[in-house]
């Protein structure tokens, strides 16, 4: 059994920030759960485009208002406390926080906790060049 407290963690190397958003992952792909975990807090009036190429992402709402854009169709998303979103084609998007939001998050294949948006939005696989 795995068991980890959000609020000790946010102070380890499992906290990880970048620009509009930090993360706190509570399981990497180490834990050998098939995904992982995060926390991640989105700054409010912050507009952040990701392409997750190498991976399925699934997100959940907390707390906090914002949106989320479908690149392909330019169709946006109201989110809010209490919405999830699957980008399960690997959907290039624009997120954007009108508050701060809170999110809980999946990714397939599971992070390694070292990976860092690439230019076109996406996180390389472990054995692919960053």
């Known amino acids: ?3 980890r407290d959000f609020n000790k ?3 380890t190397n499992r906290h990880i ?6 993360s ?8 050998n759960m098939g995904f992982s975990f995060h926390i991640t ?3 409010a009036g912050t507009e952040l485009n990701f392409h997750y190429k190498n991976h ?6 907390i707390s906090g208002e914002g949106s989320i854009e479908d690149c392909a ?11 999830m979103y699957a980008l399960d084609k690997h959907d290039k998007h624009i997120l954007r926080g009108k508050t701060e939001m809170v999110m809980a ?3 397939n294949p599971p992070v390694t906790g070292k990976e860092v948006h690439k230019e076109d939005g996406s996180y390389a696989l472990e054995d692919a060049p960053l």
């Open 73 to 83: 169709t330019g169709e946006v998303h109201p989110i809010k406390p209490g919405v």
């Open 17 to 22: 920030f970048s620009d509009g958003w930090d």
């Open 24 to 31: 706190v992952r509570l399981l990497l792909k180490d834990d």
């Open 41 to 43: 807090t989105i700054y």
């Open 9 to 11: 963690a946010k102070d």
């Open 105 to 107: 998050c999946c990714f």
């Open 1 to 3: 059994m795995i068991v």
């Open 56 to 61: 399925f992402e699934s997100v959940y709402c």
